[in-house]
């Protein structure tokens, strides 16, 4: 197969919603490339917490040998850094952080302090990282807008960030879910009068008819006026006229409903179509497509804000070398998505 014939059969899955797409930290840096950091950089300071004696050590050493300049340090800081992420594995430098402060909440406390939080106000979308705030432009989220775009089965993210989240425009999501409750209040109401329709036509049934048979029962119940005017009892034409009233009022009532559900099923498939913000594997039983998938965590909206992931209260990222062994067990369904 040439490249050629590959990229029209990627391009048809596609269109036909046969692709998922799998976002890591890289992508988010299209926003801001000094803001968000990378996945080595984000446990840079880490790094050099952990090994500060030995990295030191050997810059001592360096000017030793040489008279190197400020960016020279910075240049071999970054180089002992990441041959220490490649030789010991990032995930352990974690777990040996979390081990070197006794409390989980650590890690927390370190990745907050490194990922940009988003805000909202009047209108506008800001991100603020410590001491610095600057708006989120429409340009700046032209990427993940064209990504979130793109007709994927699911979008799923190892990120913390909430950037896919906000490049989604909910105002569509929104006005379908607000009308969508309304048209179920109104669906509710009319079956209620339905039920009391047909309740006081069985009375009328009762004053002025006489069933013959089980048969009867069942035609009066279903056709209230096509019982035989053989079984009606004296003077039960009088209220034959009130009868087929209530008989008009059930059946217009019975067309409102079948137009809300008609409308409610419309409504509910645009809806489908629209994506879905999953943070815990149990919203995956209301739509197994057209979800962004946070497998990973997601930032807390405030430092007290609920504390956990995926129904385990004692995390909130998914980082360590122990959260990646006991995934899959701990998190399941999001692992047989995978």
């Known amino acids: 197969m040439t490249t050629i014939q590959l990229l029209n059969e990627l391009k048809t899955k596609l269109e036909s919603q046969e692709m998922s797409v799998l976002v890591g930290s890289g992508f988010s840096k299209n926003v801001d490339g000094d803001m968000f950091p990378s996945w080595s950089g984000l446990l840079y300071d880490l790094t050099y917490e952990l090994y500060k004696r030995e990295i030191d050590s050997a810059w001592e050493k360096e000017l030793e040998r040489t008279?190197?300049?400020?960016?020279?340090?910075k240049a071999f800081h970054d180089q002992m850094i990441m041959a220490i992420g490649e030789s010991i594995g990032y995930l352990t430098l974690v777990t040996m952080f979390i081990e070197r402060k006794g409390i989980r909440e650590s890690i927390t406390a370190y990745i907050e302090e490194r990922i940009p939080s988003i805000s909202r106000e009047k209108g506008n979308l800001y991100l603020t990282l410590n001491d610095c705030r600057k708006e989120l432009t429409q340009g700046m989220l032209?990427?993940?807008?064209?990504?979130?775009?793109?007709?994927?089965?699911?979008?799923?993210?190892?990120?913390?960030?909430?950037?896919?989240?906000?490049?989604?425009?909910?105002?569509?999501?929104?006005?379908?879910?607000?009308?969508?409750?309304a048209l179920e209040e109104e669906l509710a109401e009319n079956q209620e009068e339905e039920q009391t329709i047909r309740m006081e036509i069985a009375v009328f049934l009762e004053e002025i008819v006489q069933p013959e048979s089980q048969e009867d029962v069942e035609t009066d119940r279903l056709q209230p006026l096509a019982m035989s005017r053989k079984r009606m009892k004296p003077q039960g034409d009088q209220k034959e006229s009130l009868l087929k009233g209530k008989q008009r009022n059930l059946d217009t009532v019975l067309k409102r409903i079948t137009d809300t559900e008609e409308d409610l099923k419309a409504l509910k498939k645009g809806l489908?179509?629209?994506?879905?913000?999953?943070?815990?594997?149990?919203e995956l039983s209301l739509k197994r497509n057209k979800n962004i998938i946070k497998l990973h965590g997601s930032l807390r909206p405030q430092v007290n804000s609920s504390y956990g992931f995926d129904g385990d209260s004692s995390r909130q990222y998914i980082v360590s070398q122990d959260d990646y062994l006991t995934y899959p067990e701990k998190h399941e369904a999001f692992t047989q998505l995978m």
Request: proline share 3%; net charge negative.
């Open 142 to 181: 032209s990427q993940h807008r064209t990504l979130v775009n793109l007709p994927w089965n699911n979008i799923y993210t190892t990120n913390y960030d909430e950037l896919l989240e906000v490049a989604v425009d909910n105002m569509i999501r929104e006005e379908l879910e607000k009308r969508i409750e």
């Open 67 to 73: 008279t190197p300049s400020n960016t020279d340090k």
């Open 272 to 282: 489908a179509k629209c994506l879905t913000i999953v943070k815990d594997s149990s």
